[in-house]
């Protein structure tokens, strides 16, 4: 469990931005009377799609959001506050007013057109084969205003107040005043947790549940297709236990019953600690990092550092898997093209096993996955306590620019929050 007043006193004694540290949740309940009362309407969109919602059927509302015309750095995020709603296309998706986002490292990389050959094939609408505008934005916590007629789950209603993912393949993201997302990208949000808190669990949470569980089958079978969890008693080795994806794998694991060590920079072991692993080390330290070898060989080395594939081949301790967020990927496919690209893909795949499969370990990439399962895993970790966020700095959506600089300036310590 946390210690927030802990954490609160080890950040600000280290000199980082806090502006909201980790707090130990009182169980406020947020939704407003109004909310729970909204009255629920049908109607149609211009799209034809069948809705329920409180808004006007044809809307004449005109909303904020930062945009990108093109591929750039910081200075191409334009700010519009005439832009029109973003529809309801599918019966399966839901309309959300969004209340606070994040900004993420792939939010960074997107801007400067990271993965667009890929991307904009799957980004890109039949009849649609622009890519810009573009409204970056991967999670938020927000309201449910409108969904369609196909979204069954009793558990959204209209006027809940949920949490939810853009998937990467949408153009319109959540840094706006509304995103339309599928409903399996959305859940109420945990009355545990402030907007701000909500807002920067999943996307970074969902990465961590899907290393571990998906690509890194912590959990066998059942941990990778339900809510299980799993793990107890192996011993996974988190690399950058102090950013967004690292705090959340490490109270996650902690949450199994896993052994954790982590690394991250010395002005940040002790907060790391504060999270629970049970043994940090300052990745500086040569002489603390020869130590990690006294506790190989790990079920999972995971790399929340951004250190890549051909990392694992010159670590000095044995490993099972490597599972690696910073791939190449994306960024093969945006150099060579799709073909030649995944042949790429394939042969950087192969080069690094073959080094880390003389020492026997494996070395996987591995992704955000927007499972509703992993969710709902999430969500249940919340409530139990178990998953706090922790906020790096916080920004009024006016000056989302600066969180973009917060965030290239690199050393977080957690997330980057955007309130709308
Ligand atoms: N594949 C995917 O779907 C996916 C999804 C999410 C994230 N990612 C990637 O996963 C990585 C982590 O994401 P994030 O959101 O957690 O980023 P983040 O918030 O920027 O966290 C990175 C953390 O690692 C620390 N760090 C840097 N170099 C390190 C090293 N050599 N050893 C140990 N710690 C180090 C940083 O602090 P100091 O520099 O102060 O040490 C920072 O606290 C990023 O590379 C991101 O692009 C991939």
Same mark, same amino acid.
């Given at each position: 469990m946390l210690?927030i007043s802990?954490?609160?006193?080890?950040? #600000?004694?280290a000199g980082?931005?806090?502006?909201?540290?980790?707090?130990r949740?009182?169980?406020?309940?947020r939704l407003?009377?109004?909310n729970?009362?909204?009255?629920?309407?049908t109607?149609?969109t211009?799209?034809d799609?069948?809705?329920?919602?409180?808004?006007p059927?044809?809307?004449?509302?005109?909303?904020?959001?930062?945009?990108?015309?093109? /591929?750039g750095?910081?200075?191409e995020?334009?700010?519009?506050?005439?832009?029109?709603?973003?529809?309801?296309?599918?019966?399966h998706?839901c309309?959300?007013? @969004?209340?606070?986002?994040t @900004?993420?490292?792939?939010?960074?990389?997107m801007?400067?057109?990271?993965?667009?050959?890929l991307?904009?094939m799957l980004?890109?609408?039949?009849?649609?084969?622009?890519?810009?505008?573009?409204?970056?934005?991967?999670?938020?916590c927000g309201?449910l205003?409108?969904?369609?007629?196909? $979204?069954?789950?009793a558990?959204?209603?209209?006027?809940?107040?949920?949490?939810? @993912? $853009?998937? $990467?393949?949408?153009?319109?993201g959540?840094?706006?005043?509304? $995103?339309?997302?599928?409903?399996s990208?959305?859940?109420?949000?945990?009355v545990?947790l402030?907007?701000?808190?909500?807002?920067?669990?999943?996307?970074?949470?969902?990465?961590a549940w899907? *290393?571990?569980y998906?690509?890194?089958?912590? *959990?066998?079978?059942?941990g990778?297709?339900?809510?299980?969890?799993? *793990?107890?008693?192996?011993?996974?080795?988190?690399? *950058?236990g102090?950013?967004?994806?690292?705090?959340?794998?490490?109270?996650?694991?902690?949450?199994?019953g896993?052994?954790v060590?982590?690394?991250?920079?010395?002005?940040a @072991?002790?907060?790391v600690?504060?999270?629970?692993?049970?043994h940090?080390?300052?990745?500086?330290n040569?002489?603390a990092?020869?130590?990690l070898?006294?506790?190989?060989? /790990?079920?999972?080395?995971l790399?929340?550092?951004g250190?890549?594939?051909?990392h694992?081949?010159?670590?000095? !301790?044995?490993?099972? #898997?490597?599972i690696?967020?910073?791939?190449?990927?994306?960024?093969?496919?945006?150099?060579?093209?799709?073909?030649?690209?995944?042949?790429?893909?394939?042969?950087?795949?192969l080069?690094t096993?073959?080094?880390?499969?003389?020492?026997?370990g494996?070395?996987?990439?591995? !992704?955000?996955?927007?499972?509703?399962?992993?969710i709902?895993f999430?969500?249940?970790?919340?409530?139990?306590?178990?998953?706090?966020?922790?906020i790096?700095?916080?920004?009024?959506?006016?000056?989302?620019?600066?969180? !973009?600089e917060?965030?290239?300036?690199?050393?977080l310590?957690?997330?980057t929050?955007v309130?709308?």
């Amino acid at each position: 469990m946390l210690e927030i007043s802990t954490q609160k006193d080890v950040m #600000q004694a280290a000199g980082v931005i806090v502006l909201r540290p980790v707090r130990r949740c009182a169980l406020l309940p947020r939704l407003s009377q109004a909310n729970r009362q909204l009255s629920v309407s049908t109607g149609a969109t211009t799209t034809d799609v069948p809705v329920v919602t409180p808004l006007p059927a044809k809307s004449s509302l005109k909303m904020r959001a930062w945009q990108l015309h093109c /591929y750039g750095d910081i200075d191409e995020l334009q700010f519009t506050d005439k832009l029109k709603l973003p529809q309801i296309r599918n019966s399966h998706e839901c309309l959300v007013r @969004v209340r606070a986002t994040t @900004v993420n490292p792939i939010d960074l990389a997107m801007l400067r057109g990271y993965g667009s050959t890929l991307l904009s094939m799957l980004r890109c609408r039949p009849g649609e084969d622009i890519e810009f505008p573009m409204t970056l934005g991967r999670e938020f916590c927000g309201e449910l205003v409108q969904k369609g007629m196909g $979204v069954d789950n009793a558990e959204l209603q209209l006027g809940t107040r949920v949490w939810g @993912v $853009v998937p $990467v393949s949408q153009t319109s993201g959540a840094h706006a005043d509304f $995103v339309v997302v599928p409903a399996s990208c959305l859940a109420p949000a945990p009355v545990e947790l402030d907007d701000s808190e909500a807002a920067s669990v999943l996307y970074a949470g969902l990465t961590a549940w899907s *290393g571990l569980y998906l690509t890194g089958g912590l *959990g066998g079978v059942c941990g990778a297709t339900t809510t299980s969890g799993g *793990g107890a008693n192996k011993r996974v080795l988190v690399l *950058g236990g102090s950013g967004g994806v690292g705090t959340l794998a490490i109270q996650i694991l902690k949450s199994q019953g896993v052994q954790v060590l982590a690394t991250c920079s010395e002005d940040a @072991v002790e907060m790391v600690r504060c999270l629970g692993a049970d043994h940090v080390v300052d990745y500086y330290n040569p002489v603390a990092m020869e130590e990690l070898c006294n506790y190989a060989p /790990y079920d999972i080395v995971l790399d929340c550092a951004g250190q890549g594939g051909q990392h694992a081949g010159d670590l000095k !301790y044995d490993f099972r #898997q490597y599972i690696t967020f910073s791939s190449p990927l994306l960024a093969n496919i945006d150099k060579q093209g799709l073909g030649l690209g995944a042949l790429k893909n394939v042969s950087d795949l192969l080069q690094t096993n073959v080094k880390a499969a003389q020492r026997g370990g494996l070395v996987k990439w591995g !992704y955000f996955y927007p499972a509703a399962h992993g969710i709902k895993f999430l969500q249940r970790l919340v409530e139990r306590r178990k998953l706090m966020p922790l906020i790096d700095s916080t920004f009024e959506f006016g000056a989302l620019p600066k969180a !973009y600089e917060r965030l290239k300036g690199g050393h977080l310590r957690g997330k980057t929050v955007v309130k709308l």
